[in-house]
């Protein structure tokens, strides 16, 4: 079905803009019209036309880049909060979504928020109209699905945006705190970059004419800088070569339970990709089993969250155990992988009846906890790099130092 770009008024008079699927132009003009939209722009996006007809070429067809931009998980947070808040306060939900197009300055969610309001107005519910948007994830359409089902949308809207933001508080804080190791490294590679391939030559060069031996820790300097000038291209070659077979590699099932595996069991650093993992999942069981997702279901949806075959192995034998009617804290025992507070606050919470509540609680505690571990790390992490860079520029400068020291010793005697 080809999809059209409108731009138009809407009956309070304000200007709104968005996307609409239908059969041809004057199905959707008729569309809008029933919305309220009175049109002064409709073309057909390029992306979607396919054997135009007569028709559609009397169209002015325009390529449309927001269709590939991605979705900032702010903005579906607060995007999701405000259609929380618009159904809680009555509004039908093809008005709530209307309006929620207004107010989304994004022009990609506009557009996919508008689909989804003509779906819902065709007769399809929430929860599938958002499925074939393919761009909400299987935790989203899970819990709005669940929501529908329940007569609880607004509240599962409330705790998906709460969900979503808590993820953006946490990217945001670990972000954060990287950016300066991060703008530290960068600035050794610039300096270290600019010292071999500029000012060492040129001394090594007067070196030279004065027919004087350099160290072999020059020659090794001058010879790699040289190398490096000549050969960058096969250098970048090799680079992208081990990254296409790192990259062959993770996509194998083993590949990729060996490189999670390392990762958990790296020094100082595993211990932090083990916390935000089981944050991460946690949260995420928390939110889907207060949407009122099955428990089974829940846990095949959450495992993905944590990003890591070994864990997710663990979780998909609790869910076997659950399935087999047994409890959920005894297989994450067994399986090793999880903390014991973690595995005894979940036997808490399943034996009192409040599972969200506790799963809740760890993934609140282990958040925190990551945000001290990365805290801590950078702090370690800015004296070594700070280290590693003088180190390699002394080295530099002393490969250029000695031989110019003999110089002058020389000339002296």
Do not use: C
């Not at 909400?136 to 819990?143: A, E, R, T």
């Not at 160290?215 to 081990?242: G, H, N």
């Not at 060996?258 to 999942?281: C, E, H, N, Q, Y």
């Amino acid at each position: 079905m080809p999809v059209y770009a409108y731009k138009g008024v809407t009956q309070a008079g304000r200007n709104t803009r968005g996307f609409v699927d239908a059969d041809s132009a004057r199905s959707a003009r008729a569309k809008l019209r029933r919305d309220g939209v009175f049109l002064t722009d409709l073309s057909e996006s390029a992306a979607e036309q396919q054997g135009a007809t007569s028709d559609a070429k009397s169209l002015n067809v325009s390529f449309d880049l927001s269709r590939f931009r991605r979705i900032a998980p702010l903005d579906l947070a607060l995007a999701t909060r405000q259609l929380s808040t618009l159904i809680g306060a009555g509004v039908p939900l093809v008005e709530a979504l209307s309006a929620l197009a207004e107010q989304v300055e994004t022009a990609r969610l506009k557009g996919v928020i508008g689909k989804i309001r003509d779906r819902v107005n065709e007769g399809s519910t929430l929860g599938d109209a958002m499925a074939q948007a393919g761009t909400f994830s299987d935790l989203y359409v899970g819990m709005v699905h669940a929501g529908e089902a329940g007569g609880a949308l607004e509240q599962v809207l409330a705790r998906l945006a709460e969900y979503l933001e808590s993820e953006v508080r946490l990217r945001n804080k670990v972000g954060s705190i990287l950016i300066y190791p991060s703008v530290m490294f960068g600035f050794a590679l610039i300096v270290v970059g600019v010292l071999v391939t500029v000012v060492l030559p040129q001394i090594t060069e007067l070196l030279a004419s004065l027919n004087q031996p350099l160290p072999f820790y020059t020659r090794a300097i001058i010879e790699m800088a040289r190398f490096m000038k000549s050969y960058w291209w096969a250098v970048a070659a090799a680079l992208l070569a081990v990254a296409i077979l790192i990259r062959a590699v993770l996509r194998t099932q083993a590949g990729r339970a060996s490189v999670d595996r390392m990762k958990l069991r790296l020094p100082v650093v595993g211990r932090t990709v083990r916390l935000l993992a089981i944050s991460r999942f946690t949260r995420t069981l928390s939110t889907l089993l207060a949407g009122g997702l099955p428990i089974v279901r829940a846990l095949d949806t959450a495992k993905h969250v944590a990003n890591n075959v070994v864990l997710g192995a663990a979780i998909d034998a609790a869910r076997d155990s659950v399935t087999e009617g047994q409890s959920l804290a005894q297989p994450l025992r067994a399986s090793g992988e999880f903390p014991p507070i973690v595995v005894h606050m979940v036997e808490v919470g399943e034996r009192s009846g409040e599972l969200e509540s506790m799963l809740e609680k760890i993934a609140q505690t282990y958040e925190d906890q990551v945000e001290t571990s990365v805290t801590r790390l950078t702090a370690l992490l800015e004296p070594l790099l700070i280290l590693l860079m003088v180190g390699i520029v002394m080295f530099i400068i002393a490969a250029t130092l000695v031989p110019l020291l003999q110089i002058t010793s020389s000339i002296g005697k």
